[in-house]
T-cell receptor, first 115, second 112 residues
Framework: NAGVTQTPKFQVLKTGQSMTLQCAQD?????MSWYRQDPGMGLRLIHY???????DQGEVPNGYNVSRSTTEDFPLRLLSAAPSQTSVYFC??????????????FGPGTRLTVL | AQSVAQPEDQVNVAEGNPLTVKCTYS??????LFWYVQYPNRGLQFLLK??????LVKGSYGFEAEFNKSQTSFHLKKPSALVSDSALYFC??????????FGPGTRLSVLP
């Protein structure tokens, strides 16, 4: 198992550009999520999905879109990049959607810089 | 709303000494508590979790955590620190099912 994979590892954008961060998992997990990590703030939830075709907003969803057409993939789209979106982005997954206490497994992250 | 606090930004400990990284929580209902570790330029790795049962939870790499309901704490401990334990440690709790709420992180430095 590759686990949770993310591409790209690094990305530099100009303000106003759009891009998609890719996330895939090969563990047949129901639940997937996106977080952003900023210094001194821990990780904050952007969007999450409890299964194919079902997504919902987390704590900081503005400026981001997601979709989940398959169990394996959960891409994160930045519609019009802003410097405030400079961050490290992590994708995570867990086996059973709605199971409190289920362990989440994280990808290696994407470091995004918006100029 | 669920929340966790990590009162120390930085913890320094000498190699071979015991280490403690502190976490306190505020949750409604049964707490589901986790510890993750992040090494430089890496993703988060799961260390251990408390769901129910024994207050002392054992996890990966010799780490353990003590759940204390009366003090609403879930401190991470290791009897003998290694230089390789130097990393960023996050406490987290499950929120409304399984969305995680993370603390701000504590940077652990183990000095040789």
């Amino acid at each position: 198992n590759a686990g949770v994979t993310q591409t790209p590892k690094f990305q530099v954008l100009k303000t106003g550009q759009s891009m998609t961060l890719q996330c895939a998992q090969d563990m047949n997990h129901e639940y997937m999520s996106w977080y952003r990590q900023d210094p001194g703030m821990g990780l904050r939830l952007i969007h999450y999905s409890v299964g194919a075709g079902i997504t919902d907003q987390g704590e900081v969803p503005n400026g981001y879109n997601v979709s989940r057409s398959t169990t394996e993939d959960f891409p994160l789209r930045l519609l019009s990049a802003a410097p405030s979106q400079t961050s490290v982005y992590f994708c995570a997954s867990s086996r059973i959607a709605g199971a409190s206490g289920d362990t989440q497994y994280f990808g290696p992250g994407t470091r995004l810089t918006v100029l | 709303a669920q929340s966790v606090a990590q009162p120390e930004d930085q913890v320094n400990v000498a190699e071979g000494n015991p280490l403690t990284v502190k976490c306190t929580y505020s949750v409604s209902g049964n707490p589901y508590l986790f510890w993750y570790v992040q090494y430089p330029n890496r993703g988060l790795q799961f260390l251990l979790k408390y769901i129910t049962g024994d207050n002392l939870v054992k996890g990966s790499y010799g780490f353990e955590a003590e759940f204390n309901k009366s003090q609403t704490s879930f401190h991470l401990k290791k009897p003998s620190a290694l230089v390789s334990d130097s990393a960023l440690y996050f406490c987290a709790t499950g929120d409304y099912g399984q969305n995680f709420v993370f603390g701000p992180g504590t940077r652990l430095s183990v000095l040789p």
